[in-house]
């Protein structure tokens, strides 16, 4: 498995940027389909994007897209999410996911499809 730490989150106003980051260790990072997910108080954990191992394709919910990038740097071994023009709804803890590649282009979207996850960073947005 991948080790995984999530960094970036903080409080931002309504209609701000955050830029979170995730570090993985452990096994072959290009290996690795990764994904960001976030739950909100008294909420169940929701996709927010994923981005296959080669890094060139990317999916994103309905919610994110268009406001949020997800992105990645195999020789850095991090993850990124850029977060734009944030919502009060978008405020949770952010969580970063890894999953083996079953083949190149792979972007899972299902919870059950990580099998490893950091820690969480919250995210606050004040409206």
């Known amino acids: 498995q991948v080790q995984l730490v999530e960094s970036g989150g903080g409080l931002v106003q309504a209609g701000g940027s955050l830029r979170l980051s995730c570090a993985a260790s452990g096994r072959t990072f290009n290996d690795y389909a990764m994904g960001w997910f976030r739950q909100a108080p008294g909420k169940e954990r929701e996709f927010v994007a994923a981005?296959?191992?080669?890094?060139?394709?990317?999916y994103y919910a309905g919610s994110v897209k268009g406001r949020f990038a997800i992105s990645r740097d195999n020789a850095k071994r991090m993850v990124y999410l850029q977060m734009n023009s944030l919502k009060p709804e978008d405020a949770a803890v952010y969580y970063c996911?890894?999953?083996?590649?079953?083949?190149?282009?792979?972007?899972?979207?299902?919870?059950?499809?990580?099998?490893?996850w950091g820690q969480g960073t919250q995210v606050t947005v004040s409206s």
């Open positions: 981005i296959s191992a080669n890094g060139l394709r990317t």
């Open positions: 996911a890894a999953t083996d590649a079953t083949w190149i282009n792979y972007v899972p979207s299902g919870i059950t499809e990580y099998n490893s």
